[in-house]
């Protein structure tokens, strides 16, 4: 008698069942914190997740309309995005135009880095 888990069962566990419970609970999340849905409609689709969870997950994500909070997040990630990168790079400029003016990068070094950042 073996009392362990099979190589197969283990990986059906991992592959298949593990990211299937993630994207069911994230389906129910979503569902309940939703405003634009009625009682009713947040029941229906309750039970098809619930009573058909692969078919009723996938069919949920696939119709899933986005709702101004969504929009609103992603331009508000795309902001974070644009900052990051903006902040990063008149950062790294800052620095080689202060070893420029100290004298450690000679005008051809600076020119080539700066390049380099602004292609970046």
């Known amino acids: 008698m ?13 592959l298949i069942w593990i990211p299937l419970i993630v994207c ?9 914190r939703r405003d ?4 009713w409609a947040k029941a229906l689709w309750l039970i098809a997740i619930i009573i ?15 709702t101004a909070q969504d929009v609103e997040m992603r331009e508000e990630y795309a902001k974070e995005v644009d900052f990051q990168k903006t902040a990063t790079s008149v950062d ?6 202060e070893l420029h003016e100290k004298g450690v990068l000679t005008d051809e070094q600076f ?4 390049a380099r950042l602004i292609r970046e």
């Open 2 to 14: 073996n009392d362990g888990i099979s190589f197969w069962d283990g990986f059906l566990l991992m």
């Open 92 to 97: 790294r400029l800052a620095k080689l135009t």
């Open 52 to 66: 058909v969870p692969f078919l009723g997950v996938l069919i949920y994500f696939i119709v899933r309309p986005m």
């Open 111 to 114: 020119e080539k880095k700066k």
């Open 24 to 32: 069911w609970a994230f389906a129910l999340m979503d569902l309940f």
């Open 36 to 39: 634009d849905l009625s009682g």
